[in-house]
């Protein structure tokens, strides 16, 4: 059961703040409306310089995975054309450990491979982010001056509204007047700034939250088994350069 002194309190309190608003000055409200305004722009603009920067970040990562993806692909090569060398020259201890240094490397490509498809999946995403979140800033930019230059009408129709109610009180007839409620307030433009603005971070939140990879979470036995088959890949392909290789030779000696 709600408490009478509760609501009773509630009551006077809402009473009181209306009656501040209707006795406040529209030109004062018209400067903190204004300065709510640009505030709220400079906040849009803050989280959107963040969601870009964002991507530049993962850009920066995702190019770093890259190039040990590329480092990775020829450690394992050179290992394999060594193991190759010491075998042609009977030094099979020699061939085991490349063999097995190349094993090793590979599981390396693996993993970064993996990391490096969620990585580009996480900037796919950041740079729709990114998009989303430059026009929403040109969007707030415009609804800004859009604003500033009400201001000045606005300010014309708070001395015209001032000049009407002195004029009301000489005739006493302040109770037949009433507001014009089909002008727009700055507080009603602001709070569908609010609104937009909210709903765009809601869903930013969403397309950020997906998409994400964790390399720790792949057993060691699915990397050992990709990793074999990377070097399969590799040999085949250096086997495949060989013979291209041998076969202008082959050619010459017919």
């Known amino acids: 059961m709600a408490n009478p002194m509760s609501k009773g309190w509630k009551y006077l309190m809402a009473s009181f ?20 305004a640009k505030k709220q722009h400079a906040e849009i603009t803050q989280h959107a310089s963040e969601i870009i920067g ?13 190039e040990s993806v590329q480092k990775y692909q020829e450690q394992t090569q050179r290992a394999l054309e060594l193991a190759d060398a010491a075998s042609a ?18 599981a390396q490509l693996v993993a970064a491979e993996q990391e490096l498809e969620g990585m580009k999946t ?5 740079t729709q982010a990114a998009e ?13 001056r859009e604003q500033l230059a009400q201001v000045d009408q606005l300010m014309a129709q708070a001395d015209q509204a001032a000049m009407q109610e002195s004029n009301a009180k000489v005739l006493d007839s302040m ?14 433009v602001r709070a569908k700034i609010e609104k937009r603005y909210t709903d765009a971070l809601g869903a930013q939140e969403l397309m950020q939250g997906t998409g994400t990879v964790n390399i720790q979470d792949f057993s060691k036995a699915d990397t050992e088994l ?29």
């Open 226 to 254: 990709k990793a074999s088959s990377r070097l399969a890949e590799i040999r085949a392909d250096m086997a495949k350069k060989k013979e291209l290789d041998a076969a202008p030779d082959a050619d010459a000696e017919k």
């Open 54 to 66: 964002n991507q530049s970040r993962l850009e920066m990562q995702m190019n770093r995975l890259i």
């Open 175 to 188: 109770n037949e007047l009433s507001p014009d409620d089909s002008t727009p307030t700055l507080d009603s």
């Open 89 to 106: 020259k009977g030094d099979s201890t020699a061939a085991t450990e490349y063999n097995q240094a190349a094993e090793v490397v590979a």
């Open 132 to 144: 989303q979140a430059k026009q929403q800033q040109k969007e707030s930019e415009a609804r800004l």
């Open 17 to 36: 703040d209306q009656k501040i608003d209707e006795n406040a000055d529209p030109k004062v409200q018209i400067q903190q409306a204004v300065e709510g």
């Open 122 to 126: 996480q900037y796919q995403a950041a």
